[in-house]
């Protein structure tokens, strides 16, 4: 059983990349409506979704915008969505107090699989990041 402050700290994770998420959904369909109505559905894989961010935000605004405002926070949603993906995807394990281990595979062009000790502080500075990173994104967009 995993202790109530990891569990926290994995739902945090969660709550936060669902905002991030339902943000760049809301900012594209604002970005690529047509007469108010969205063009595409966006529930759709991340990497797909931030594409579309990507695209959206050239198209409307301008490289130049993209370059100087959104590209450095699209490099951070690259790098968060590894974390992400470790947290949701991992089979979890206490090794001992405060101390963790994360497990899980991915398909590349082999089937791989990885594993990596985790604190509950390195979770807790993941889930500071990412609001960080939240935050950053809302004023980028405003």
Same mark, same amino acid.
């Given at each position: 059983?995993?202790?109530r402050s990891l569990?926290?700290?994995?739902g945090r994770?969660a709550?936060?990349w669902a905002?991030?998420e ?7 369909? =604002?970005?690529t409506? *047509?007469?108010?109505?969205?063009t ?9 979704l931030?594409?579309?961010?990507i ?6 605004? +301008?490289?130049?915008?993209?370059d100087?405002v959104?590209n ?5 949603? *690259?790098?968060a969505?590894?974390s992400? %993906?470790?947290?949701?995807?991992g089979?979890?394990r206490?090794v001992?107090? +405060?101390?963790y281990? *994360?497990?899980w595979?991915?398909q ?10 985790i ?5 807790r500075?993941v889930?500071s %990041?990412?609001?960080?990173l939240?935050?950053?994104?809302k =004023?980028a967009?405003?």
């Amino acid at each position: 059983m995993l202790p109530r402050s990891l569990l926290i700290e994995i739902g945090r994770l969660a709550t936060i990349w669902a905002e991030i998420e339902q943000f760049l959904i809301l900012d594209v369909s =604002a970005l690529t409506a *047509v007469d108010g109505v969205p063009t595409g559905h966006l529930r759709i894989e991340f990497r797909r979704l931030r594409e579309e961010w990507i695209k959206s935000i050239k198209d409307k605004l +301008g490289d130049r915008y993209f370059d100087k405002v959104c590209n450095p926070i699209n490099q951070r949603l *690259v790098d968060a969505s590894e974390s992400r %993906g470790m947290v949701f995807h991992g089979t979890w394990r206490a090794v001992k107090r +405060g101390s963790y281990r *994360v497990e899980w595979h991915e398909q590349k062009r082999r089937l791989v699989w990885f594993s990596i000790p985790i604190s509950l502080q390195e979770m807790r500075d993941v889930n500071s %990041g990412l609001h960080k990173l939240l935050t950053d994104l809302k =004023a980028a967009r405003s």
